[in-house]
């Protein structure tokens, strides 16, 4: 299709180029006139007729090749469109698939850390791992699971935000001045 769309293409453009040169031009006009022996006022009128039926017709193919072509791309587009949405759907599926088997392993992961009458129980939202030190627990004390929402860093490191107060930043200075509005010299 893209061959012919093409072919069609190069014979309007050659066309139009001797229909202007034919038409601007009176001596080439006169001389292919008189190759081919149409002289007189019947002999143009006959050669205008052709000129006008040849572009007909090749306006008629050009026309009808661009419509197939767009007919064609529009067809692509929408199997395109149609394997995209195919693709998206089964993307959607195996998302939700996959969340539903995180939701399973949290819910089995999730268990009670402390089991006491009376006492209140504190689920976990991670496996518990244990260490190889044991400490006792006392009977009726609730065990408190790791707090994601307010984390805990160790606090011996200086770098962090929340390090001690023995171990002040030492990349801001403390204020200076007895000047209680921290302006300096207005």
Same mark, same amino acid.
Request: aromatic share 2%; net charge negative.
């Given at each position: 299709m893209l061959a012919l769309k093409r072919l069609v293409t190069i014979l309007v453009m050659v066309y139009l180029l001797l229909a202007l040169l034919l038409i601007f031009s009176p001596a080439t006009r006169d001389t292919l006139a008189s190759a081919f022996n149409l002289s007189g006022d019947a002999g143009l009128a006959t050669f205008y007729n052709t000129l006008f039926i040849i572009g007909a017709v090749l306006l008629a193919l050009h026309l009808i090749t661009e419509n197939m072509d767009s007919a064609l791309l529009r067809r692509e587009t929408a199997v395109l469109n149609g394997k995209i949405n195919e693709l998206k759907a089964k993307l959607y599926d195996q998302q939700i698939e996959q969340r539903e088997r995180e939701f399973q392993q949290r819910s089995v992961a999730t268990a009670p850390v402390a089991t006491t009458p009376g006492a209140t129980t504190i689920y976990q939202?991670? !496996?518990?791992?244990?260490?190889?030190?044991?400490?006792?627990?006392? /009977?009726?004390?609730?065990? +408190?699971?790791?707090?994601?929402?307010? !984390?805990?860093?160790?606090?011996?490191?200086?770098?962090?935000?929340? /390090?001690?107060?023995?171990? +002040?930043?030492?990349?801001?200075?403390?204020?200076?001045g007895p000047n209680s509005d921290n302006r300096a010299g207005l």
């Open positions: 939202s991670e !496996p518990v791992t244990t260490t190889t030190t044991t400490t006792h627990v006392p /009977a009726g004390t609730v065990v +408190p699971g790791h707090d994601v929402e307010h !984390p805990t860093f160790p606090q011996q490191d200086p770098s962090l935000l929340n /390090a001690p107060v023995q171990q +002040p930043n030492t990349i801001i200075t403390p204020n200076p």
